[in-house]
């Protein structure tokens, strides 16, 4: 601990929460939003009542950031005030979601005020006859994982719960959704051992920038323990993501969409007759709702692939309490040219088991720890040099099983949008809640000003499998190339 000029303690920020703060820029800010809809109104005195007993016990929402030179710390905001971080609005108009969409647009691209702590919620009292509450929290402070189980300790499970019936201790814990999750599964017994096969393998990982340029220095890791070379040799020499509409250079606006949420049982019930995951549909149909945008634009896009970058929580079990940045990413293959659902939905979890077993989670999480570590004018070009291998940041968290409350008010929805950085511009948030499954989209609006066009495809392309599907599970798995003739049967048929 250090002391500032007032004699209050610092607290050193870790490496990696350190390299999540330096890479928030003016055209990509390192800033979380999610959205709460609630049934009816939610009581603004109660929910400050509520932050004050539950929130604020979290340290971290009292603290501002301090920077020094490489390095930053956590320090008490000695003129802290709840009312300078949750504002009572109200939407203009007609109230609904054309104007909650314009203003949580304005929103993403305001960035936070380093003089106090880097959080902001936003009460909006007249949407749609019920309200909606805003959260905008920087990515420093947690990663997505630990700050939805921050907004879920808020909650009860009882519409008639007590501010001072505070919930058990929370525990970040993914994979409560399904036990064949592979972004929650595939990783966790790598999350048990990665704190040691990282300090083990410090020297690898501490020159890992430096040998990024020089392929040669990596060959002679390649046998270097447990495949941490293999995996630094393969990041090296992986090519950048092709040039499309949705990469290029970015602007200082952002826009956002979200989608009508899908029924969580019939994906799982699609995903068990083809024989796949949850995370296998949800990618496919993501791939298929970005192919149709690239062709409407008169992109060719046979055999395009492009990349997204997919946060994968490395946790340990004795951080399950605690706030901070604990993941590491993987580069998942979008299979944008193939154009028929089925063959779609098999290749994503072809290359889905291709990830399996890698050590890219870990890599990316210790060369983040270096990085953080390191003067801002090498951290730049070693997050540009990333930012070059992805197209889009595409996350998945499982939310509550089971209706919530907050303040007495029940949740009727949740949605969330990630942010990006270096040159990706393009983010894919998906969550589940109560049986259903939402899609978030945020783009950079010089590249895609109108993520809505995006997001209206997500349904379309789960029922083009859900089609597909139906008509073949009694034989075992469907025929690809039987399936799209079907369906283009079917769209000759509903066709004037």
């Keep these: 601990m250090l002391l500032n000029l007032f004699g209050s303690e610092r607290e050193s920020m870790s490496a990696v929460d350190t390299a999540w703060l330096r890479m928030d820029r003016p055209t990509n800010l390192m800033v979380i939003t999610g959205i709460m809809f609630f049934e009816g109104d939610l009581d603004y005195q109660r929910l400050g009542q509520v ?17 020094s030179g490489t390095s930053a710390s956590w320090e008490d905001d000695p003129d802290f005030d709840l009312a300078n971080h949750l504002h009572r609005v109200a939407l203009p108009g007609a109230a609904s979601k054309p104007e909650l969409e ?3 647009n304005d929103l993403i691209s305001i960035p936070m005020d380093f003089s106090k702590p880097l959080w902001q919620f936003y009460v909006v009292e007249n949407y749609c006859g019920g309200s909606v509450l805003v959260a905008r929290i920087h990515h420093c402070i947690a990663d997505g994982i630990a700050l939805i189980q921050v907004l879920l300790s808020l909650t009860d499970k009882e519409e008639d719960a007590t501010v001072e019936s505070v919930p058990k201790k929370a525990r970040f814990l993914a994979g409560e959704r399904e036990p064949d999750d592979p972004f929650m599964r595939l990783y966790k017994p790598v999350a048990k051992v990665y704190a040691g096969m990282l300090k083990s393998y410090a020297k690898v990982l501490g020159t890992s920038y430096g040998l990024m340029t020089n392929p040669t220095k990596l060959a002679e890791l390649t046998q270097t323990g447990m495949g941490l070379g293999q995996g630094l040799a393969k990041m090296a020499t992986m090519p950048a993501d092709p040039r499309t509409k949705f990469k290029g250079k970015l602007s200082t606006t952002k826009r956002i969409a979200w989608s009508e949420s899908l029924p969580l049982p019939e994906v799982k019930h699609v995903g068990k007759a083809l024989g796949c995951s949850i995370n296998d549909v949800l990618l496919s149909c993501v791939a298929g709702a970005l192919r149709a945008y690239l062709v409407e634009r008169g992109e060719q896009v046979d055999g395009l692939t492009i990349r997204a970058s997919v946060p994968v929580n490395l946790r340990p079990e004795n951080k399950l309490d605690k706030l901070g940045n604990y993941f590491g990413l993987v580069f998942l293959p979008l299979p944008i040219g193939v154009a028929n659902p089925i063959e779609r939905v098999y290749e994503v979890k072809r290359r889905m088991e291709e990830i399996k077993g890698g050590y890219d989670a870990i890599i990316t999480l210790g060369l983040l720890s270096v990085v953080g570590s390191l003067p801002n004018m090498v951290e730049q070009p070693a997050i540009e040099f990333f930012s070059t291998k992805s197209t889009a940041v595409m996350t ?23 942010p990006q950085s270096g040159e990706i511009g393009m983010g894919v948030s998906i969550l589940s809640y109560n049986d259903r499954v939402n899609f978030g989209v945020m783009t950079d609006k010089k590249l895609v000003p109108d993520p809505q066009t995006i997001i209206a495809r997500f349904g379309s392309e ?12 009694l034989d075992g798995p469907p025929d690809p190339e039987l399936a799209e003739l079907h369906l283009a049967m079917l769209r000759m048929q509903s066709t004037p």
């Design 102 to 104: 314009t203003m949580v």
């Design 51 to 67: 932050m004050q007993t539950r929130l604020l016990k979290f340290k971290r929402f009292k603290q501002r950031v301090v920077r």
């Design 462 to 473: 789960f029922e083009k499998l859900v089609l597909a599907t139906l008509m073949h599970t």
């Design 396 to 418: 998945n968290v499982p939310g509550p099983k089971e209706p919530i409350f907050m303040a007495g008010a029940k949740v009727q929805d949740l949605q969330f949008w990630v």
